[in-house]
């Protein structure tokens, strides 16, 4: 996992950010149920931004629930293939690796689709995607769908080839908008979300294209948990905004909901994972 300092524990490094866990009813092998993340921003701000949903959990399942992260995408990526969380938010393309693999199931998803956003700084002189020809854009990891898609839009809009913009690879969708505030780059490429929560923070920026709708993010569960305990966590997720604490906690996270997947339905995510592996190939070779 993503360590502060090479000394520090999962566990410490949570209870450094955040407090003391709630101390529900010991599980059943002794140990807290670990939720990995997918490091789309960085360890501290996703464990502070997503302690309302561990507090919430921990005290629906009546288990410990600690908040795990990974340096960068290959590494969450191979910690995931490996079973070493037991629960799991991920992209789509990647939790479709995860369903493959029939080391875990994906039953709840957003209440909203995934789309990636365009930005510029409210000041720029720039209003259409079709300016970006031969700019520096950031975007957040190669092998994220938010990048994927937002490259796929730019290449509809006949930016490839010479007309290509500069693409400038940061760590974290944080991390491309704050590229783009620092100068670093002229505009950003960065999931809805993390446009919604800069907003509020008044952040100096605006949109200036969206992509389609994309399946949403996705939570997995281990197959080889309790079968009560794969059901009560899909049941809690999906519950919550019905429920005074869990609308609280969404609220503080500044989400609407989740819900029940459909049948099949990260399968639409499925051509980003082939460009995610051909990509991965490539890079071997």
Known sequence: MFAIKPRYTPLLALILLSGLLISPRAYADHRPLTFGFIPSRSAITLFKHYAPLRDYLSQQLKHSVILETAADYPTFILNTKKRKYDFVLTAPHFALLAIDSGKYDAPVTYTKALMAD??????????????LAGKKV?????????????????NQHGLSGSRAPQYVVTQTHNASIHAMLAGDSVAAVVSFNITRQ?????????????TGALPGMAFLVARDLPKQLRVSFASALVEMSNKPRGKAALDKMGYPGYRKTKANEFEAARPFLNMYQGSSTTSRD
Do not use: C, D, E, Y
């Open 118 to 131: 365009i930005l510029v700084l409210n000041n720029s002189k720039l209003t259409h995607v079709n300016q």
């Open 138 to 154: 950031s975007t957040p990891p190669q092998s994220a769908i938010i990048s994927m898609a937002g490259k796929h839009l730019l």
């Open 198 to 210: 800069f907003l509020k923070k008044h952040a100096p920026i605006r949109k200036i294209a969206t």
